[in-house]
């Protein structure tokens, strides 16, 4: 069965201390990978697609990147406004569907 | 920004009561979503619409109905209101790609937060 695992489940920063958030998948056949990040009571906000093993792609202080079996979302020098859940979403076929993980709930030390 | 809109936002109701949620998109997107959310835990697909006259279900088994009769709008309906049913539902839009081309990212609603009591 297709599933996508992110870890860790949280994570406590403190301003400017750079980390690394996690999402891994076991896959019949990956079509894109995305990022989202999702603030309390609110809906999804994209932020990232990935399609090939190497590819990157950068955002003011997030770059994601993707391997074969995983894909980093690198948080550089965090500021207390980056506090959110990120969710990371998977399609695996041509039907659309997109397989999410449980995110990682990013809390900035004040 | 995403032109996606859900209402209400925040609902409480009584059980065995009809509800129905909106969701609406102005972004002329083919495939629509509805996805349920409990608190810490991962988003569920319960529909999904290709576009017009077109409704599937998701992979989570869900008691509620969508209908999908223009393509900007795509609500979804629950007959009897259960305490069961007490959840986050999320609506999405996407671009359905063309032959060959690659899957394309899905907007998100706000968000209705229903509690049946």
């Known amino acids: 069965e297709d599933q996508v695992t992110q870890s860790p489940e949280a994570l406590r920063l403190q301003e400017g201390e750079s980390s690394s958030l996690n999402c891994s998948y076991t896959?019949?056949?990956?079509?894109?990978l995305f990022w989202y990040r999702q603030d309390p009571g609110k809906g999804p906000e994209f932020l990232f697609t990935?399609?090939?093993a190497g590819e990157e792609k950068e955002k003011e202080r997030l770059k994601a990147t993707l391997t074969k079996k995983e894909s980093f979302l690198h948080i550089t020098a965090p500021k207390p406004e980056d506090s959110a859940t990120y969710l990371c979403a998977v399609q695996f076929s041509s039907n659309y569907k997109l397989t999410f993980g449980k995110g990682t709930l990013l809390t900035m030390n004040p | 920004e995403a032109d996606i809109y859900q209402t209400p936002r925040y609902l409480v109701i009584g059980t065995g009561k009809k509800i129905t949620l909106e969701c609406s998109q102005t972004?002329?997107?083919?495939?629509m979503y509805w996805y349920q959310q409990d608190p810490g835990m991962e988003l569920h697909l319960i529909h999904y619409s290709y576009g017009v006259n077109s409704t599937e279900k998701g992979d989570l088994s869900s008691e509620s109905t969508v209908s999908r009769i223009r393509t900007e709008h795509f609500p979804l309906t629950l007959e009897s209101a259960r305490p069961s049913h007490t959840s986050q539902y999320l609506c999405a839009s996407s671009v359905i790609p063309g032959t060959g081309d690659l899957p394309t990212e899905a907007f998100f609603g706000q968000g209705t937060r229903l509690t049946v009591v």
């Open positions: 990935l399609y090939s």
């Open positions: 972004m002329g997107h083919d495939k």
């Open positions: 896959v019949s056949g990956l079509r894109g």
